[in-house]
């Protein structure tokens, strides 16, 4: 059956924890506290697939099990097909590695100057700022040290990041990530942006964040204030299924945008998530509503225990060519590959182009059509020069 998307509503409330103040659960401190952490804490609430069970078991040695109550409250309980389940409940697929799947799929470690900071691109650094996150997603490209439970031990050397940006001038875009930024105090946030900008050839910052859509009460207003204060500051945010967008996920993208925070989001291309066509439209087009321009679509990288979530590269052009031209076009992102080993990302993109020569470019539209455009230009004879009228531009 095709998704369809009930595009009127957004969810809101509290669900299950209906009984607790609303004081409690606008706190992001007590949405932190009260994670679902464990296998027994979430058979208070649900049944787990044997499945599930086998994956939790084995969760302790890979990545921590945390989800959000506010996250918790979007899964389906009853449907262990519940797109934001397979993100979030480990499964038994997470045990077994391929020999392509690699812990350092995109050679972060190598180029690492310090660590913590990844300088791939000319112009711009990544900087892993932690390694905690506000809910850990099952396919995460850096699970060898995100939550730590495979005891990478990381701990992000801020002075020697910053050092490291301060003496190299092509450094003029740094991406802040981790992990989860935005679970830093503000405090160490500030310093954070502070230093950045004390930092002359640094014109660029952004931050890439799942807390939005996992902790929306986490963009308080002292936040929104200080990327207002140290602002332009971009955020690139991380939303794969339309049933994320919620009132709260939308109000909170209204307070990052009326601080002056320009939004992309990037989505993962998760098999049984969003490997579909309407789910893909129905979320860029609920993005565009929180005023959020779809970014990139990445094709998951090759991490270990993956596998169960790889999706065929042809369907991630299949799902670009359904949107490019049948929705609007601030809602179609660039699908990329990360290339392996460290290659950076490479835009993979359906074929349009059919023929070009010196003559001529012959390309197809939306719809299958074919179309040439003319690269020759043929001049026709001049027409007699014809006398125009001059308008009488003198003041009376
Ligand atoms: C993704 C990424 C960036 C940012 O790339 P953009 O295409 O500019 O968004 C920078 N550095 C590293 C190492 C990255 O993986
Ligand atoms: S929020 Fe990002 S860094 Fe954290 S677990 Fe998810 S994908 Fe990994």
């Not at 397979?86 to 995109?106: N, Y």
């Not at 225990?305 to 609007?328: N, P, W």
Request: glycine share 6%; proline share 7%; with cysteine.
């Amino acid at each position: 059956m095709p998704y369809s998307d009930d595009r009127d509503t957004w969810f809101e409330g509290q669900g299950l924890w209906a009984h607790i103040p609303a004081s409690d659960w606008q706190s992001w401190t007590w949405q932190l506290k009260n994670r679902l952490t464990s296998i027994e804490h979430l058979e208070q609430y649900m049944t787990l697939t044997a499945d599930e069970k086998a994956g939790c078991l084995f969760a302790s040695h890979k990545l921590s099990l945390a989800i959000t109550p506010y996250f918790f409250n979007l899964i389906d309980r009853n449907d262990p097909d519940c797109p934001l389940r397979k993100q979030m409940i480990p499964r038994e697929g997470e045990t077994q590695v391929s020999s392509e799947e690699m812990l350092d799929s995109l050679g972060e470690d190598e180029h690492s100057p310090v660590p913590g900071l990844v300088h791939r691109y000319p112009d711009r650094v990544l900087f892993l700022v932690t390694d905690r996150c506000a809910a850990y997603c099952r396919y995460c490209t850096r699970s060898r040290l995100v939550s730590n439970a495979q005891d990478y031990n990381f701990h992000p050397e801020y002075e020697q990041g910053l050092r490291y940006i301060e003496s190299h001038p092509e450094v003029r875009d740094v991406l802040l990530s981790g992990g989860d930024p935005l679970l830093l105090s503000d405090k160490k946030l500030e310093h954070l942006l502070v230093r950045l900008r004390e930092i002359k050839h640094v014109e660029f910052i952004r931050i890439g964040s799942r807390i939005p859509t996992f902790l929306p009460q986490r963009i308080t207003p002292a936040l929104c204030d200080l990327f207002k204060k140290y602002g332009a500051i971009w955020m690139s945010i991380h939303v794969n299924h339309p049933k994320e967008c919620t009132q709260e996920l939308k109000n909170a993208c209204e307070r990052l945008s009326y601080a002056g925070v320009p939004l992309g989001n990037q989505s993962v291309l998760l098999k049984g998530v969003n490997d579909d066509t309407d789910v893909m439209k129905a979320l860029v087009q609920r993005l565009l509503r929180m005023r959020v321009r779809p970014y990139y679509i990445y094709q998951m990288d090759l991490i270990t225990g993956g596998s169960h979530f790889k999706v065929d590269v042809r369907k991630g052009i299949e799902i670009i060519r359904a949107l490019r031209g049948h929705t609007t076009g601030y809602a179609v992102p660039q699908y990329v590959i990360d290339a392996p080993g460290g290659g950076g990302k490479v835009p993979i993109n359906p074929e349009y182009l059919e023929e070009i020569n010196d003559k001529e470019v012959v390309f197809r539209n939306f719809e299958g059509k074919q179309f040439r455009y003319p690269l020759t230009t043929t001049p026709l004879p001049k027409k007699a020069e014809i006398e125009m009228p001059v308008e009488d531009l003198r003041i009376h």
